[in-house]
């Protein structure tokens, strides 16, 4: 096992993989990465398989000494990664050797970056994840953020430098939705107001949801009994600013869900950084399949090798 | 209402919850019939060995069905959704959990308020929490935190203004209708009436949570004495109850 000292945590750095799937049931929330394309490009890239666990990285990176040699595959937004001070560019892989240092420095663009490695980041596994659930204080990096002085493992697996050929991180302020599936309990405009937009993602959202500030959705019943929550479900609270549930939602909620955006828009919620706009459209399940199925594809394009 | 064997009628809606998820309603008010056909038709969908299910979630009305858009189409998957007739009595059948709980004073640090909203004494309070067997309608807030209800009218309370930031592991609180148990110290809004010496979610135990959904539970009153012995004897991993 190779080894990474944490020198200083950056914003937010936890362990996360694709999230606990099939224990909503119980209460456990599913977790993992906020920005699955991103991190399954990571991976790809580290030379793993899609369940690996790698870091995510919020806006403001880590600095990490790297203790012994290891491959590293980067994902995501350009958040200024840099090794040795030599630009690290998302969408490639790379060797790393001991005593390299790996720094973000001002990020460009987009809010959220995965750092894998070939052999995967190493953690608490529960319930068949090593993500982490921050409110519950369990998975990945003993339940928590990194800290300063941490030491996180990894594998020693080495690889061939290599490129996505496609941009790893989805960009943009507008992102589709389908109504639901509470619709039917607000007034008749509702959805339109909720198109109208935009809305301007504010600073109070987290892992577990996207706080907007726009339009107001009138009319909505002030709670209903709690209910299972879908992934991007844009649920309406008694303020009538909606809140767009993220991978650290609960797994069931008391406010009516007027629509949902679509799974292959998820991916570019994650890349929305707050104090930025945010607008919907509304399509059908016909535009929803299609674009799920072009981002698979998309995901089973061949790497090129570096150079 | 429900006519079993006929395709689709044990749940009078399926809605879109976005490409990845179906919600399914079976009823519109609360109502430990339409709750009891929820789980007895997830616990049908589980051993159905349908293709691509992520998830079934249990709410006190509904049930969500979560899959995967990658492998698996909406619609063909909607129609096999309608297809799956409900267990004819659940196949898992319901356990009753008695949960001791020590009440007042720090462990339940809002008895003497709810006691003085309410217009009773606290021991009254007491009483007519533990006096009833109350129904699991779902897990929910955190891991393993039953919702159950319903709450005897005369405690029904608003939330606290305000949430505590930290309320500690085994606490039981009341809200509106319902009661529940706090698993792990986490944040709540809840009235704290007491706490249970028990461990309510493990998550490295091969049955996680102690309580399912469908499950019912009452409250048994204990002093602070038995608290202790019970919380050492879970400490060293008594059997389950």
Known sequence: ?307 | METPGRPGEAFAQVLDAGDEAFLLIFGERLDPEVNARVQAFADALRSAGIRGLRDVVPGYLSLLVTYDAATRDGDELREELVAVRPATGTIRPPRHHEIPVCYGGAYGPDLEDVATQTGLSPEEVVRLHAGRDYRVYCLGFSPGFPYAAELPRALRLPRRPTPRLKVPQGSVGIAGLQTGIYPLETSGGWHLLGRTPLAIFDWTASRPARILPGDSISFRPIGEEEFLRLEAAERQGAPRG
Request: proline share 8%; aromatic share 6%; charged share 20%.
């Open chain 1, 1 to 307: 096992m190779a080894r990474l000292k944490v020198i200083r945590p950056g914003m937010l750095t936890t362990v996360q993989d694709l999230g606990r799937q099939g224990w909503g049931y119980l209460g456990v929330s599913q977790q993992g990465a906020l920005d699955p394309y991103a991190l399954r490009w990571a991976n790809r890239l580290a030379g793993n398989g899609s369940r690996a666990a790698a870091l995510e990285i919020t806006l403001l990176g880590p600095t990490l000494e790297v203790l012994e040699a290891c491959f590293g595959g980067f994902a995501g937004a350009e958040l200024g990664l840099k090794v040795n001070g030599e630009p690290w560019p998302a969408g490639t892989s790379r060797g790393l050797e001991a005593g390299d240092t790996l720094f973000f420095g001002p990020p460009k663009d987009g809010m959220r970056a995965y750092l894998a490695f070939a052999g995967g980041v190493q953690g608490e596994e529960l319930l068949g994840s090593r993500s982490t659930d921050l409110p519950s204080r369990v998975g990945g990096f003993a339940g928590r953020a990194l800290r300063a002085g941490d030491i996180v493992t990894v594998g020693v697996l080495a690889g061939n430098p290599a490129v996505a050929p496609v941009p790893t991180a989805i960009l943009g302020n507008r992102v589709r939705l389908l109504a639901g599936p509470r619709d039917g309990l607000f007034a008749p405009d509702a959805l339109h107001r909720l198109t109208s937009g935009p809305y301007l993602v504010t600073s109070h959202s987290d892992r577990v949801g996207m706080r907007l500030s726009g339009p107001e959705i009138l009319g909505a019943p002030g709670g209903i009994l709690s209910e299972g929550t879908p992934l991007g479900g844009v649920e309406i609270p008694p303020s009538g600013q909606p809140i767009v549930l993220l991978q650290g939602r609960g797994s069931v909620g008391g406010y009516p869900i007027l629509a949902t955006v679509i799974s292959a828009d998820i991916p570019v919620l994650a890349q929305i950084r707050p104090g930025s706009s945010l607008s919907f459209e509304e399509v059908s399940r016909d535009v929803a399949r299609q674009a799920r199925r072009e981002m698979e594809r998309s995901l089973d394009l061949g790497l090129r090798p570096l150079r």
